[in-house]
Structure formats: structure tokens, C-alpha cells
């Protein structure tokens, strides 16, 4: 198509509108209300053009352009009609260029300067007050030109539903909910309307005053909390983030960001950060400030004296989901190599293990089958103990669009209710612990109906006689029963599902954090099998990640029983590359886990630990017990960014650099490898991670010489098939989807593609099995434990930054019949008592939000730790302990 | 909070709070309906008399819309209201006709003799006070209207008679 404009011909693809096609050839036309995300609106007029043949003006952004138009846009008659729409625009309100936090980004500002326009002509309207009153967004409606792309954004693109025009005419606002203070409204300051506003009227409140946007530099990186693998800029001002925006056209966030990522980088910044090395004073006790030659000799010295005394399997290692790929793949090295024991491994065990375990047995392969940019295809999806909108906040925006645009019916099964569940078609609470009695339950129903993919089972799938058999015992009466799930719902859900043409399963801690987590994990993998759903678009068994690279630090082999690209160790062939690759013999068998390192070393029988970026104190079962585990450890060493309370009680600290310090590959929850870029020094004396591993192990005798993050990429690349065709340069800005075997490949958007891994799925009969511990007179509650959306993991991130504490605090959520019979009140303090300790916290109760016999407690804070009351017990398989059902007793204070 | 924001909190009667109740049951034959907020909020008026806060709520929860969108509607028609309604609705026409022959003087006698202001509602929910821009009787102005009666050539002094019709 060849369009004409100002006399000058352009060629352009059909259905572009007029001013995407002068946006693309340099043609400046002033707009306001257009946004790339939130679309066409034909607001503002501020984009009006003249089109031969056309009566009167047009407006550029929502008229498509056709063969041979053609359009003037800088005609007297066009300019002056733009000149008013600007100069009305600047009337309406006080726009104070001088002090706007928004000056030199602003569309009003930069349209106004385009136009000429010195001074707005008319008078202005009455004076509005700002609205304060939330803790990371100002809103002022003074400023406001009410373009709708906050609207847009907060209603079609996040999905969060707070915005919305009121009134009329001249009284037009955007107002929150029914016009109340943003601050005492739903909003969940995930900040989508600030990225939004072209001008000063919606801005980032803790941003404000730190430097203009022309003085701050810019870098994209990922965002270092959950799984979803956001991709975020970091605007740097000196040495300091000031400001972190979403990346528009990112392939997992699209611009999108949840409050911890857009408003809690207090971290990187803190005075709390680590500096310099410590060690612990042998006679004061005390974590002294040490050189990084001491501390390095130190630790060296100790290790030697340990792996000759105690043989290389007395030491353990810690890797980390919050450090790349390639310091999680040196790490794992280190402790192979160099100490020569299989005794890595990292926080996964207490995440996914058994998803890792489940699906690779199930599958050949133990990642999330599909991807997040395709929820949308999926005419069903069942999302089971999973809190998305939450935890993984970006992918929870994606799956309550494609239920908002009807494009996706929801089933939601969670012990306890979920945002989603108001967008949910079926929507019920299960006991805690009794999925796989109702996974068995509706496929019992769907091999009952015929409801299933009888030639998908038949042709790709093993074992179909063996599941059947099993689940032919799960009569609905009976599942009923076990689950607290009417028959009713039982069969709405098995039908829906089973009737779909594609259904998806999202799920997370709630299937994998317990005794029977691999059970849990391989019932899901029977379901999806069952019904044909692997392999396909918009289908799969989508297991959600909780840290920004547990993905990668599995796949980079920071597991005890497989090398990078799950290779086992066990594996003669697999042992003998590694040997030839890293030029020493390793052990073959097959190492501890976290849980069983930190049992082993409170035994005596591990002397040594090295931990890079974890905080077991916090977020492992049954703290009273690690902590005793670890102080007795003989020597422990911790690398992190903070002195954390696994930090505090250490031999020797190693002050680490942070995401926004560090190059290098991170891989989220989708298997998409995207790069971090360093945007700030690391302050003080801290290093990256692999700098602190590499000089560790030179003096442990190793001779490694990487120089950049790079080198061990692109060693790494070389003995991980998945990642073989894997760079940071071919990485770019979209990321690639492992596997990704060779140069040439594109990637991979989704798994088991006419073929499953290890080549048939492999279908298992399982037997219901009842959580550990189940609640009895002494401790007649369910503790369920998890996330809030404000708040990450053991907290040593997001509590630094001051309004996320003030949202999310420590709490125990009681259903409104429990709370009654015990007197307590929304608000009260309460003391929670497990067999394992107690704690303090506060009651939160109201309607609807868990039903009676179950508790909740998130698990972030160390004045209320959840896991002072969890319940250690282990899946058999898997290793990951139980904490998402014990028993406890609530009291008021 | 907009300018326009009503801040004032009415306590909602006992008949108010049963009629809300029956509402909610009729609220529920709408639930999963595309396009029911308009004629719900329709019904909702009609048995109230006016749209309370809570109310508003309801059927954010019920259609499942979002909270923004059912007060964006509301405060968007003039039809609706979220004032409470006189029994009685007095409008005074301040067309271009009316106007030139005495309307706001009579508007005036009206705010003062009920002492309430132009969308006010009497405490005892007799009289609400609006005004209206010609009901197209330019040759009896000033023209008011009471619910739908038409009266003629008002004058303030005219007004005490009008009201003791419905009292």
C-alpha cells in the first residue's frame, strides 16, 4: 500500500492507521490519548489530520490508511485545530512544568513545544487536591487530561479494575472504585497507570525530586523476585536506582510490573547492604570486618582441613534461584570439582522439587510445558493451589484478561479464596492435602463419561489400564467425602474440563509443598495426559516458579543428583564428560539435598556449608530446628547481599553484588533465558557471586580464569544440550525458550510437541495419601502456608523498602466460624502453636476468606515465622517438606 | 476523591433496607447477563428511589463488573441518583423563557420554603429539588413541574399553596 503524505509517498502495510505509519517514517504528529498497548481511542484530537476526500478533520490514530490516500498533517487549518485541542488541554489544568516530577517525559509538554504554544489562553478551572493518600502512586487531577490510558491499562491490560471515569462533561475525573482515595481502594499499586500517563497526573511518589530523566541513565534488566521474568528498566541516577519502569513489548510482562517489582528496589540501595567480607571473632564471637584475602585464605584453609579430615562429603553447598545461571553453573562446579562431593543443591527442593521429580518421570521433562504469552489459548484452565494473582502477579494479569475477554473459563481449587476465584466459572476450597483424592475424582468421572482423549492416551501415552484401574475406586461419594468437594461441583468440573478442546493447569506450592508433592505433581501429569493437553498451544502443566532464576539454577545443575541439563551423576557416560569438560574425576554418588544437608549437618555428620544467597533460617520447615542445625555446623560460610539471619550466624560472610549489580542470564518459570545487564556498582567491597566462587576456588588450587560472566556461558553452553544454542548476544531483548540446541534453533515456546521427551507419557496409578499430620483435639487447625503479593520469600529484599511493610504485615487468616468459637475478633493478637514452637501475630478475619478448620500464615517475616509451626516431614521422593498442611492451635492473647 | 464526590452518609431507613433486600433477590436473576448494568441499575432506582453506596456494591458483586465501571455509569446518566428521592420531585424550569419571566426567583422561594439546595432532598424524603431546561409550555411560564403535573405562571408567592397539594 503507498500512501501520501505532505506530498512526499510512503509504503506501508494494509490495516496500519495513519499515524502509525508517520510514527514510522519520522512524520511528527502531536498525540496524547494513543498508547501502542492500550490502543486506538480517538480521544484527545490532539492527532488530527486532513485526508483528501475525507469531510472535515481526521483523527490519524484511528483511521486506517488506505492505497493511495492522501493526508496532510501541518496545514494552517490542521495546526490550528491542534493548537486549541493542546491549548484547552493546558486550561483545564495546572500543568506547572517547573516543579512536574513528569517534565521532559511529558506528551502535554513536548505537544505544547511542537505547536509553539507559550501560554495556555484560558482561565483556569477550580483547584482539586491531590490524592496522597496511597504509598507508592500520587494521583493529581489537576494535571489530568483524562486520555484514558490509566483506564485502559489498569482495566484491560492489568486487569486490576480500580480506575474508572465518573461523572460527566466538565466534572469528568478518573476516580478509584466509587470515588474513594486511592489509598482506601482495591488498587494494588502494581503503578500500570503511572507507566501509562503522558503527563504529571499519575506519578511514582518515590521518585519524586531524584533527578530528571534526561540527567538518569537507563537499563533494562530482569526483575529479580518471582518466576514470572519480568523485564524491567532501571533508572539510575549516580549510583542509585531512583525509578524502575516496566519494558512495553517484553515478551513475558509486556510493560506490566507487580508492586515489588516496580516500587521494591529499596534493596539495592540500603545501608543495610553488605560491604566487606566478615569473619567471626574466635574469642569476642562477633563478625568482625575482614580483608578478602583473610576471609578467602580463611574459608580455603578450612575446607581443605575439612574435605582431608572429613572426606569431601562432611561439606555441603547452597546454590541460589537469585544468582544467574552462570554463577549457579560455576557453584555447582565448585563443589564438584574442586571439593569433590555431589552435595549441592538449592532452594527448588523446597519449591518444586517434586514438579522437577513429577513431571521429568511422567514427561522426560521437569519444567513448565507451555508459555505464559499463550494462557489466552486455553479454552479451560484449572488453577490449583496456586495464589496467582499474588505471587506470580504478572501471569495472574494474563489468565484474568483471557477470563475477562471470555476467551478462558476458569476453575479455581484452593483451600483458600484467591482473586481469581471471582473470576472463576466453578470456584471451591479443597481439604488441605486431598488433591490427589480429587484429581482421581474427576478423572474417574471423565473415563466414566468418555470425557477424555481416547486416541491421545492410545497413541502417545503408556500405562492408561494401570491409571484407570486406580482411579475407577474414586467414586465422586467417596472423593466427596475426602476433599469437601460436593459431587456436584465434581462432575461440573470434570466435565468442563474434560469437554474442552484445550485445557491448561496452572499450579504452584499448593500441589508441590507437601508429603505427597510428587504424587501431587504426576496426578496432574495423569490428568493432562488424560485429556490430550500436552504438547499443544495453550494447554500443558504449567508450573509456576517462585524466584526469578530457580528455573535456571535446576537447569545449570544446582541439584544433587544431575549435572547442568539433568544429566545424572550417577550416569557413567554423563560422569565421564563432566570429568573430560572440567578435567577431574567426580564423585558418582548422588548428593544431599537441603533438607537432608541441614539434618545431617545439626547430626555432625556435614561440617562444612557454603550458602550463596539463601536464607534456610527462614524458609525452611521447622526453624527452631535449623537454626540449632546450623549453629552447630563447625564452619559456615554465607554469601549474600544482606546479613540475613542464616548470615548472622555464620563463621565467614562474603558481601555479594545484586541483580542490578551483575551481567548475566537468568531463565524464568516459561524456560525463557533472559538477560540481566548491570545498571549500578556494588557497593562498597562486594563482589559478584562467580568472582567470589572463582577466587575460592583458585585458592583451594583450581585454575580457573574467567574473565567475564561470559566465559561461563559459553563454557557452560557446551555441556548443557538445552542451552547449546544459547548466547548472550542471541539472547537479545526477547529472551529464547529452552531447548534450544543449536545456533540455528529458534527456540522453544512449548514442550512434548507430537512426542514427549522420553518418547510415551508415562501414566502412574496414585493411591490417596493423607498430609503427615492431620489436625486432632490438641491442634484441631490446618495451617496452610504462603505468599502475600507484597512481600518475597524470607523478606531480606522487599523489607527494605518502608510502604511494602506498611501494606503486608505479619498475619494468621481464620475463618469467621473459627474465629467466633475461639473470641477472636478481626485485628486481635493471637498466639499460633504447632508441636514444633509457637508464635505472635495478628488475626485477619472476614467473609469468605478461608473456610472453616483452616488457617493461613505467610510465611516473609521473622517476628511471626510460619516456620517455627511447619511440619519438617518429607516426600519420600522428591525431598520438599510439608508446608502447606499441619496442625496448631490458635489462642487469643 | 473527584470535587464532585458526595460525601454526606445517609443512614438508610428500615424500608430502604427491606426494599434493598428484595432487590437483591431480583439482582440475582441478572448475574452472567452481558449488558444487564444499565437495566439493573434502572431497577435498582426504581425500587429504592435512589442508588445508596452499598447498593452500588451489590451489583459490582453480582455482575461481577468492576466497582469503577458501576459508579462510572451511575454518575455518568443524570437519570441516576445517588441522593435519596423526595416521595414528591419538583422541577423548575430555567429555560430560556421561564427564565426572563421569574423562575429563579421562584427557584430561590423554593430552597428556602423546603431549605434545601438544587438536587437536595427534604429531611423528612418529601420533596427533592431539581431544575429543568424547558418542558416545552414557553407560553405559561414560568412553567414547574411536580412529579407529572404541570403548574403555570408561578409566582413565589404561589408556592405554599402548591406544596400543602402534597403534603
Known amino acids: ?138 494521583r493529581d487531577n489537576e494535571k489530568c487530561i483524562k486520555c484514558g490510558r490509566c483506564i485502559e491499562g489498569c482495566n484491560n491490560t492489568v486487569v486490576n479494575e480500580v480506575l474508572s471515569f465518573g461523572y460527566r462533561s466538565n466534572d469528568t475525573a478518573v476516580v478509584c472504585d466509587d470515588d474513594i482515595l486511592m489509598g482506601e481502594s482495591s488498587c494494588v499499586q ?26 538518569r541513565k537507563q537499563t533494562n534488566t530482569v526483575c529479580a523476585y518471582c518466576g514470572v521474568g519480568c523485564q524491567l528498566t532501571l533508572h539510575t541516577s549516580g549510583n542509585r536506582v531512583v525509578k524502575v519502569t516496566g519494558v512495553e513489548g517484553a515478551p513475558c510482562n509486556d510493560g506490566m510490573l507487580c508492586v515489588k517489582g516496580r516500587y521494591g528496589y529499596d534493596f539495592v540501595n540500603s545501608k543495610e547492604r553488605l560491604t566487606v567480607p566478615l569473619i567471626r571473632d574466635e574469642k569476642t564471637k562477633e563478625l568482625k570486618p575482614a580483608s578478602w584475602e583473610d576471609a578467602i585464605e580463611l574459608v580455603a584453609k578450612k575446607f581443605k582441613k575439612i574435605k582431608k579430615e572429613n572426606g569431601p562429603d562432611a561439606i555441603g553447598g547452597l546454590a541460589s534461584a537469585k544468582v544467574t545461571n552462570e554463577e549457579n553453573y560455576i557453584f555447582q562446579k565448585f563443589i564438584r570439582s574442586v571439593i569433590g562431593t555431589n552435595n549441592v543443591d538449592h532452594c527448588a527442593r523446597l519449591c518444586h522439587a517434586s514438579t522437577v521429580v513429577g513431571l521429568a518421570s511422567a514427561f522426560g521433562s521437569g519444567a513448565m510445558t507451555n508459555n505464559i504469552a499463550e494462557i489466552d489459548k486455553a479454552e479451560v484452565a484449572l488453577i490449583i493451589g496456586s495464589n496467582t494473582t499474588e505471587a506470580h502477579p504478572v501471569i495472574g494479569s494474563y489468565i484474568k484478561r483471557a477470563a475477562r475477554q471470555g476467551k478462558t473459563k476458569l476453575i479455581v481449587v484452593d483451600p483458600k479464596w484467591i482473586e481469581l476465584a471471582d473470576f472463576a466459572e466453578i470456584y471451591v476450597n479443597q481439604r488441605c492435602g486431598s488433591d490427589v483424592a480429587f484429581l482421581n475424582g474427576i478423572m474417574h468421572i471423565m473415563i466414566e463419561n468418555g470425557w477424555y482423549d481416547k486416541d491421545y492416551v492410545k497413541e502417545r501415552c503408556e500405562n492408561f489400564d494401570e491409571l484407570k484401574t486406580e482411579v475407577k475406586k474414586y467414586t465422586p461419594e467417596k472423593v466427596s467425602k475426602l476433599t469437601n468437594i460436593s459431587v456436584k461441583d465434581l462432575n461440573a468440573i470434570a466435565k468442563m474440563f474434560g469437554q474442552a478442546k484445550t485445557a491448561a493447569v496452572f499450579y504452584s506450592m499448593g500441589i508441590t509443598q507437601h508429603t505427597t508433592g510428587t504424587d501431587n505433581v504426576w496426578s496432574v501429569a495423569n490428568l493432562q495426559m488424560l485429556c490430550g493437553n500436552i504438547g499443544i498451544p495453550g494447554g500443558g502443566v ?183 544454542g544459547i548466547s548472550w548476544k542471541r539472547v537479545g531483548t526477547k529472551g529464547l525458550q529452552w531447548p534450544c540446541p543449536n545456533p540455528e534453533h529458534p527456540g522453544t515456546s512449548y514442550l512434548h510437541k507430537d512426542k514427549f521427551a522420553r518418547g510415551l507419557g508415562l501414566m502412574k496409578a496414585i493411591p490417596f495419601k493423607e498430609p503427615a499430620e492431620l489436625p486432632d483435639d490438641e491442634y484441631p487447625l490446618v495451617l496452610t502456608t504462603g505468599r502475600v503479593l507484597e512481600q518475597f520469600h524470607t523478606g531480606t529484599m522487599t523489607r527494605k523498602t518502608e510502604g511494602l511493610n506498611n501494606l503486608a504485615g505479619p498475619k494468621i487468616t481464620i475463618s469467621q466460624e473459627d474465629a467466633k468459637k475461639l473470641g477472636i475478633k478481626d485485628g486481635d493478637r493471637v498466639r499460633v ?47 520438599i517438606p510439608e508446608f502447606k498442611a499441619c496442625a496448631v492451635r490458635v489462642e487469643k492473647i | 476523591m ?96 421561564c427564565y426572563v419571566r421569574g423562575s429563579k426567583e421562584v427557584l430561590a422561594a423554593f430552597k428556602k420554603e423546603l431549605g434545601i439546595d438544587v438536587g437536595g432532598t427534604t429531611a423528612d424524603r418529601k420533596f427533592t429539588l431539581e431544575i429543568g431546561r424547558c418542558f416545552g409550555a414557553c407560553g405559561l411560564a414560568p412553567v414547574i413541574m411536580v412529579n407529572d403535573d404541570t403548574h403555570q405562571r408561578v409566582k413565589p408567592s404561589k408556592i405554599k399553596e402548591i406544596l400543602a397539594q402534597y403534603k
Not at chain 1, 194 to 207: F, K, T
Not at chain 1, 837 to 864: D, N, Q, S
Open chain 1, 190 to 215: 502494581c503503578g500500570e497507570c503511572s507507566q501509562l500517563c503522558p503527563v504529571g497526573a499519575i506519578i511514582d511518589r518515590n521518585s519524586i525530586g531524584k533527578g530528571r530523566p534526561w540527567e
Open chain 1, 542 to 724: 504449567n508450573a509456576l516458579r517462585g524466584q526469578a532464576n530457580v528455573q535456571g539454577a535446576c537447569d545449570m545443575g544446582a541439584l544433587p543428583n544431575v549435572y547442568p541439563g539433568y544429566q545424572p551423576v550417577n550416569n557413567p557416560q554423563a560422569q565421564e564428560k563432566f570429568e573430560k569438560a572440567w578435567g577431574v574425576k567426580l564423585a558418582n554418588k548422588v548428593g544431599l539435598t537441603v533438607t537432608e544437608q541441614l539434618k545431617y549437618a545439626g547430626e555432625g555428620k556435614i561440617k562444612a556449608l557454603y550458602i550463596m544467597g539463601e536464607n534456610p533460617v527462614l524458609s525452611d520447615p521447622d526453624m527452631n530446628h535449623v537454626k540449632e542445625a546450623l549453629e552447630k555446623t563447625e564452619f559456615l560460610v554465607v554469601q549474600d547481599i544482606f546479613l540475613t539471619e542464616t548470615a548472622t550466624i555464620a563463621d565467614v560472610v562474603f558481601p555479594a553484588a545484586s541483580f542490578a549489580e551483575k551481567d548475566g542470564l537468568f531463565t524464568n518459570t516459561e524456560r525463557r533465558v533472559q538477560r540481566l545487564n548491570k545498571a549500578v556498582a556494588s557497593p562498597g567491597e562486594a563482589k559478584e557471586d562467580w568472582i567470589i566462587v572463582q577466587d575460592l576456588a583458585n585458592a583451594m588450587g583450581a585454575k580457573w580464569k574467567y574473565q567475564t560472566a561470559c566465559d561461563i556461558q559459553e563454557e557452560l553452553v557446551t555441556v548443557t544440550p538445552q542451552y547449546g
Open chain 2, 2 to 97: 473527584s470535587n464532585k464526590k458526595c460525601v454526606c452518609v445517609h443512614e438508610l431507613t428500615a424500608d430502604e433496607k427491606e426494599k434493598i433486600k428484595n432487590f437483591g433477590q431480583i439482582l440475582d436473576d441478572y448475574k452472567g447477563k452481558p449488558g444487564a448494568l444499565i437495566p439493573v441499575l434502572q431497577i435498582a432506582q426504581k425500587m429504592i428511589g435512589y442508588l445508596p453506596g452499598s447498593v452500588l456494591k451489590m451489583i459490582s458483586k453480582g455482575l461481577h463488573e468492576p466497582l469503577a465501571k458501576v459508579y462510572g455509569v451511575a454518575t455518568f446518566y443524570h437519570f441516576f441518583t445517588m441522593m435519596p428521592r423526595g416521595k414528591h420531585l419538583i422541577r423548575i424550569c430555567l429555560g430560556t423563557a
Open chain 1, 1 to 138: 500500500m503507498r500512501v501520501t503524505i505532505d506530498g512526499n509517498q510512503y509504503d506501508a502495510p494494509e490495516g496500519q492507521t495513519i499515524l502509525e505509519i508517520a510514527k514510522e517514517n519520522g512524520i511528527k504528529i502531536p498525540s496524547l490519548c494513543y498508547h501502542v498497548k492500550t490502543g486506538q481511542a480517538g480521544k484527545c484530537r490532539a492527532c488530527v489530520v486532513e485526508v483528501e476526500g475525507m469531510k472535515g478533520l481526521q483523527t490519524s490514530c484511528t483511521v486506517k490508511a488506505k492505497e493511495g490516500m492522501k493526508i496532510l498533517t501541518a496545514t494552517d487549518k490542521v495546526r490550528d485545530a491542534q493548537r486549541l485541542v493542546i491549548d484547552l488541554l493546558l486550561s483545564s489544568g495546572r500543568h506547572d512544568c517547573l516543579s512536574c516530577e513528569k517534565n521532559g517525559e511529558c506528551e502535554l509538554q513536548e505537544a505544547a513545544y511542537f505547536l509553539g504554544i507559550e501560554r495556555p489562553s484560558f482561565k483556569l478551572g477550580e483547584k482539586i487536591q491531590p490524592d496522597n493518600s496511597s504509598e507508592f502512586i500520587i
Open chain 1, 833 to 879: 502453636i504447632s508441636r514444633r514452637g509457637e508464635i505472635e501475630t495478628c488475626a485477619e478475619v472476614g467473609e469468605k476468606l478461608i473456610p472453616k478448620g483452616t488457617t493461613f500464615i505467610p510465611f516473609h517475616y521473622i517476628e511471626a515465622a510460619a516456620n517455627i509451626l511447619t511440619n519438617p516431614a518429607l516426600d519420600p521422593v522428591a525431598k
